[in-house]
């Protein structure tokens, strides 16, 4: 699992919380810059926690920085209609993705894929850095508690809802016993799924 697949999801919660963010759903309103250094310290927390967890060194910054996601660029309704799957659809009238309430319906479901797909690449890459998994859980915690404030802010997403989507959705297709997944990792993505049930579904 590469950086980039982490970054990616992160990026696109910083995208949907600086949209947030205005109240009104209004991309013209939004400002990724001033929504960054108004909240440097939690997302300095969330790469200083990534970093622990996945051991990437310095290719992770690298790659961010190639991206950009982590510096002011404008927040389109293209990149929310991707960090949402494309489940608003695409209208004939593409201004119709602007109006505040498929803003909104994005966001929303922005956020929910996303954090499900970035607690998927940081296990992923969790594993090979061989962080054990009681650690890696209380770090994952951390991470998922940050940038769901972060993307969200209003207490709808919890690092707990995170983690039981991507139970229910990433680890059957992974451990499913005619996957073809090896041993190894099976047994690797388990700890990690009892050590995060531990903390976040008792």
Known sequence: MTARSVIA??????EIGAVTATGTWTLSEVSLGAFLDDRRDEVDQVLADIHSLCAFGPVFLA???ELGYLRDHEVTSAFLLLWSGGVEGVPPDLSELESPMAVRRMCRAGADLQL???LDALVTAALP???DAKTGAR?????LSGVTALADGTG???PATAFRTWRTRCLPRTLHPH???PES???GLRAYERALDALLDP
């Open 185 to 187: 990792r099976r047994a």
């Open 129 to 131: 850095a061989q962080t």
């Open 156 to 158: 709808r997403c919890t």
């Open 179 to 181: 996957s073809g997944t």
């Open 139 to 143: 770090l994952l915690t951390g991470i």
């Open 9 to 14: 999801p992160l990026g696109g919660l910083l």
């Open 63 to 65: 790659v961010a920085d």
């Open 116 to 118: 499900t797909e970035l």
